[in-house]
């Protein structure tokens, strides 16, 4: 991966198969407690399955998430330099 | 001598985390399924008997998390926290426990007595995950139960820990703050906490939940803290401690305290879960490469709806035609017999027959369709497709302002409206499961066929399968101008809405699941749409046979207010009373337009079928016998069709041998109509009210608001395009 470790860059720009970790949600409150409900929450790491160009597919832990481009784009991650899939686990 | 002791459990856990397994088979069919009140999210209650202990189970909502942010949310925490239930059972997803995990520690702040069942701990086991369930069971301080809930395991124990927990339920309350904050935060919950503590009113609640949902923003703790004497100053003090955590955490108060329950979660799974050395590539993930791919993913969804269209529209269809038969035969045949044993008078025995058995007949022919569309979608549904057809359909579907989701219930249009309609329930949300619901009726539904077939042959000849496929994409761009004028107008918050939905993993479903899914909402449509449709049936027979002794259909209320009504279809070609009598009649269901047009048009008079009865009766045996016969037919020309339809070749369009007979009423209508106000006619049929079981769906699914506005969007719609085609018609000199 190209993606130097500590740059911030939104989600959908995370290159499919390269492993983010999530730090910061720009959301109202509502919506940010939903996300971070389904594990989408700062602190958590997150891989891109799958961009057809519509809305991503997530890899958030042991769920697949179907997350509306437009929200991808509020999510800022870091790219995390371990790739290993389920990185969360290994915290 | 003592009362049967009763234990009230409440179950709550993830969506697709397998909780309606576990309920299913903890109640089997004792089951209620009602609405919370003043809800639309579903309730689900039941009950099951363990040695000499009634367990009373009640199912909240599929939640990721609680809090007072979405409906469900509200409600399952609002039931734990204020209905007290002794026990709460939260099923996991053993295969995925971080995200599960999440609520689980929201629970065990709550302090409610808690039982956790592991559920589908045999998939974990085939990822290679280990988990040590006691050390689990010891580290929070409640039992953990491995369950595989689709296979029965883990439900003796689960029984048997409920048992225990009737003896005394505060043994399972978690005890101990498990979840501990950052520094600055634990502080500031734990001076909350004691401010509670002195507040007599609030004894009920866990101090340390209300004070950790207080700095969340919690809507409904807030409130709860209000209402209490004293409340006033924690309050105060919940200003003061909020000020000071801004200044330390930023705006972000909220993600302090998700990331400390993370942490917490963390550190859990850490100590009971053991990972493989090398992380398996599921199966799962391989069906998704290939159902999800950019290119395979839109043709195999059209692919697998062209299926589900045929299974309901031809399984169901020689079911169909028996119950109708059953109906207009032996049903009326033999009830007249005993209206005429009672000696009731012949008005009586019209009401019984021509309107209520006819009512109850139009309303049970849509069982089948329904019956096989429900089992269908639960299908897709229980085995995680349906969340993948909405991911590659999102895009498509954004056009219409509405999401992924919305696309399967639209397509369901095209067989029949009124599963269509509650098909909408998959969509989350309010707004656009209404908007969904407003433009089903545009899909031209497989009863208007019949009409188009019949004027198609009368005036088109040759080209009459050009004008029925027309009228069908005539629909579907009616409804795509509409979706994206009423999202754009009336629906703001749908089209802004986000997009995010979970895939679970693929499973097989049980048939019980698929079963009792069917049923439940089968038996729900007869008994709610089943009343509104047998109320108009005997409404339009009132209106044809009054006033009193009236015998030309013309001099019936039913025709003078068609009548009345012809003027206003007048600029569209067809302003008499026998096409506005077939249109008003369509409103119960458009297979009554051609039957109403024959009547009106063709002059057949009604043959009493009370003096044609007492010709020569079928015995009773007889008529038994037919029916089993027809059932088993009808049973074996579902099998063939069912076949049929998984092997290629079927055509979408069946012809209806029934119409082409109908030669009389084609002359008749050629006298009555042109070409152009036919079908300015049947742009008409096609846009307006589709039936009155849709009305009934919509009432019960969105309120009578929004039933009646589809109403209003329908004949308004239908109006100004049967007057643009029949006006610009006759401009182009085409009338």
């Known amino acids: 991966m190209t993606s130097t470790p500590n740059m911030l860059m939104p989600l959908t720009m995370l290159p499919p198969g390269q492993v983010g970790r999530i730090v910061q949600i720009h959301a109202g409150q509502r919506l940010k407690q939903r996300l971070m409900g389904m594990g989408l929450a700062p602190g958590n790491t997150v891989r891109v399955l799958r961009d057809n160009g519509g809305p991503l597919l997530l890899a958030v832990g042991e769920s697949r998430i179907a997350l509306g481009r437009g929200m991808a784009h509020k999510i800022l991650v870091q790219a995390v330099s371990d790739p290993i899939p389920r990185g969360e686990f290994v915290s | 001598m003592s009362q049967p002791r009763r234990l009230r459990v409440a179950l709550a856990g993830n969506p697709n985390a397998g909780k309606s397994t576990v309920f299913n088979a903890l109640t089997g069919s004792h089951q209620h399924v009602g609405n919370w009140p003043g809800k639309t999210v579903e309730k689900k209650e039941g009950s099951f008997r363990y040695r000499d202990l009634w367990v009373d189970v009640i199912d909240l909502p599929g939640t990721y998390s609680l809090s007072a942010y979405s409906p469900e949310e509200r409600i399952a925490q609002e039931f734990i926290t204020q209905e007290h239930p002794d026990v709460v059972v939260n099923v996991v997803d053993a295969s995925n426990l971080e995200r599960n995990l999440y609520l689980t520690a929201q629970l065990l702040e709550i302090g409610v007595p808690l039982i956790i069942v592991l559920n589908m701990i045999d998939v974990a086991e085939q990822l290679g995950y280990e988990i040590d369930v006691e050390r689990f069971s010891q580290l929070l301080g409640v039992p953990v139960i491995p369950a595989v809930a689709s296979k029965g395991q883990g439900l003796e124990a689960l029984q048997a820990s409920l048992y225990q927990a009737a003896q005394d339920p505060a043994q399972f309350a978690p005890p101990r703050a498990l979840v501990q904050y950052e520094h600055e935060m634990e502080r500031s919950v734990r001076q909350l906490t004691e401010a509670l503590q002195a507040l007599p009113d609030l004894q009920g609640?866990?101090?340390?939940?209300?004070?950790?949902?207080?700095?969340?923003?919690?809507?409904?703790?807030?409130?709860?803290?209000?209402?209490?004497?004293?409340?006033?100053?924690?309050?105060?003090?919940?200003?003061?401690?909020?000020?000071?955590?801004?200044?330390?955490?930023?705006?972000?108060?909220?993600?302090?305290?998700?990331?400390?329950?993370?942490?917490?979660?963390?550190?859990?799974?850490?100590?009971?879960?053991?990972?493989?050395?090398?992380?398996?590539?599921t199966l799962s993930d391989r069906i998704d490469q290939i159902v999800t791919n950019r290119w395979l993913g839109i043709p195999l969804f059209l692919f697998l709806m062209y299926l589900m269209f045929n299974l309901v529209q031809r399984v169901s269809a020689p079911y169909m035609d028996w119950i109708d038969s059953l109906f207009s035969g032996p049903v009326s045949h033999w009830?007249?017999?005993?209206?005429?044993?009672?000696?009731?008078?012949?008005?009586?025995?019209?009401?019984?027959?021509?309107?209520?058995?006819?009512?109850?007949?139009?309303?049970?022919?849509?069982?089948?369709?329904l019956m096989v569309m429900f089992f269908a979608l639960a299908f897709m549904e229980d085995s995680g497709y349906l969340a993948r057809a909405a991911f590659v359909m999102d895009r498509m579907m954004g056009f219409l302002g509405l999401n992924g989701r919305a696309f399967i219930p639209m397509i369901l249009g095209f067989g029949c409206n009124v599963p269509a309609v509650y098909a909408t329930?998959?969509?989350?949300?309010?707004?656009?499961?209404?908007?969904?619901?407003?433009?089903?009726?545009?899909?031209?539904?497989?009863?208007?066929?019949?009409?188009?077939?019949?004027?198609?042959?009368?005036?088109?000849?040759?080209?009459?399968?050009?004008?029925?496929?027309?009228?069908?994409?005539?629909?579907?761009?009616?409804?795509?101008?509409?979706?994206?004028?009423?999202?754009?107008?009336?629906?703001?918050?749908?089209?802004?809405?986000?997009?995010?939905?979970?895939?679970?993993?693929?499973?097989?479903?049980?048939?019980?699941?698929?079963?009792?899914?069917?049923?439940?909402?089968?038996?729900?449509?007869?008994?709610?749409?089943g009343t509104v449709i047998l109320g108009i049936s005997v409404l339009l027979w009132f209106l044809l046979n009054l006033p009193w002794g009236v015998s030309d259909p013309k001099e019936s209320y039913f025709g003078q207010v068609s009548g009345a009504l012809a003027p206003v279809f007048e600029p569209a070609g067809f302003g008499t009373w026998q096409a506005t009598g077939a249109l008003i009649s369509g409103f119960v269901a458009k297979e009554v337009v051609i039957s109403t047009m024959s009547q009106v048009y063709v002059g057949e008079q009604q043959t009493t079928r009370f003096e044609t009865s007492t010709a020569e009766p079928p015995s009773l045996k007889d008529d038994v016998r037919t029916a089993v016969v027809g059932f088993l037919k009808a049973t074996r020309d579902a099998g063939k069709a069912f076949l049929d339809v998984l092997t290629p070749g079927v055509s979408l369009f069946p012809q209806d041998e029934g119409v082409r007979r109908q030669t009389a009423l084609s002359r008749a209508l050629r006298d009555a109509f042109t070409p152009l106000s036919a079908f300015a006619f049947l742009v008409y049929v096609l846009l307006y009210t589709p039936c009155a079981a849709t009305i009934a769906a919509q009432t019960q699914e969105y309120g009578w608001r929004w039933a009646a506005f589809s109403v209003a969007l329908g004949l308004s719609t239908a109006w100004v395009l049967a007057v643009a085609v029949y006006q610009v018609g006759r401009l182009l000199g085409w009338g």
């Not at chain 2, 949902?213 to 209402?227: F, N, P, S, T, W």
């Not at chain 2, 008078?345 to 019209?350: E, I, K, M, T, V």
């Not at chain 2, 009368?458 to 027309?470: E, T």
């Open chain 2, 335 to 369: 009830a007249l017999v005993a209206l005429q044993a009672l000696h009731a008078p012949d008005w009586l025995a019209s009401l019984v027959v021509d309107g209520a058995i006819a009512g109850v007949g139009s309303v049970l022919v849509f069982v089948p369709s």
């Open chain 2, 205 to 281: 609640y866990q101090p340390r939940w209300l004070a950790v949902k207080l700095i969340e923003g919690d809507a409904q703790a807030h409130a709860l803290v209000a209402a209490a004497p004293g409340g006033e100053q924690v309050l105060a003090l919940l200003e003061k401690v909020l000020d000071k955590l801004r200044r330390t955490y930023g705006e972000d108060v909220d993600v302090v305290l998700a990331d400390a329950r993370y942490g917490f979660v963390r550190g859990l799974i850490r100590q009971v879960l053991t990972l493989p050395k090398q992380p398996p590539h």
């Open chain 2, 425 to 529: 329930r998959t969509i989350e949300n309010r707004g656009a499961r209404i908007l969904t619901g407003l433009l089903i009726p545009f899909m031209s539904c497989s009863a208007r066929l019949p009409v188009y077939v019949v004027f198609g042959m009368a005036f088109f000849g040759a080209r009459a399968g050009l004008v029925v496929w027309a009228l069908y994409l005539i629909g579907i761009a009616t409804a795509s101008l509409a979706g994206w004028i009423l999202a754009r107008w009336v629906f703001p918050e749908v089209h802004q809405s986000v997009f995010v939905l979970e895939l679970p993993r693929y499973r097989l479903p049980t048939l019980q699941g698929l079963w009792l899914h069917t049923w439940e909402h089968t038996s729900e449509f007869v008994r709610k749409a």
